[in-house]
């Protein structure tokens, strides 16, 4: 399966509360040390969530485990390819 974001697209993440980013949502993280990332949402609860990413051979969200919430920064609602308005 091919990613659904590539590097250079344009994306608009708003931040939501919670109870908006369920299963399959589509998130962009800050991560401490990977930096700005975009991932599906695989399962949340109180504590965090969860992901993975579309490309199965590049998915570095699976190892990284569970995630708190401090590292949402919001739910992914509009992408434009690069160099496509």
Known sequence: MQPSFN???VC???PLPRRFLGSGSV???NHPALGLLI???NSADRDGITVRGDN????VGLQLGALP???VIGRV????PRGRP
């Open 56 to 59: 199965p051979q590049h998915d």
């Open 69 to 71: 919430w401090s590292q």
């Open 77 to 80: 609602v509009w992408s434009s």
């Open 12 to 14: 608009l993440a708003l």
């Open 27 to 29: 998130v962009l993280l």
């Open 7 to 9: 590097d250079g697209d």
């Open 39 to 41: 991932k599906r949402v």
